[in-house]
């Protein structure tokens, strides 16, 4: 069943919408903050500063590591739209 326009989007595309725009953001919000607080990770750690980078090194990995599911819950879902 195709929709028109003037019909509008279903009511659950709206939650999917708000999901695709703020995760992308509060994954780069996730990283700035480890990345702003890497010297108190080093201080509080009482770590040497390339100890303290294997914190920012492992966030950047669980971030590549998600995104091909993402991409590929994503593209299921532009297939179901076809």
């Known amino acids: 069943m195709s929709r028109t326009h003037s019909e509008g989007l ?3 595309a709206w939650k999917i919408i708000a999901v695709a725009i703020l ?3 509060m994954s780069q919000m996730d990283s700035t903050v480890v990345n702003v607080s890497l010297s108190f990770i080093k201080q509080e750690l009482r770590s040497t500063i390339a ?3 294997w914190v920012v090194s492992g966030q950047v990995c669980r971030q590549f590591k998600s995104r091909r599911p993402v991409a590929r819950i994503c593209s299921e879902v532009k297939s179901k739209e076809s």
């Open 23 to 25: 995760g992308p953001f």
């Open 51 to 53: 100890s303290a980078q």
């Open 10 to 12: 279903e009511p659950g």
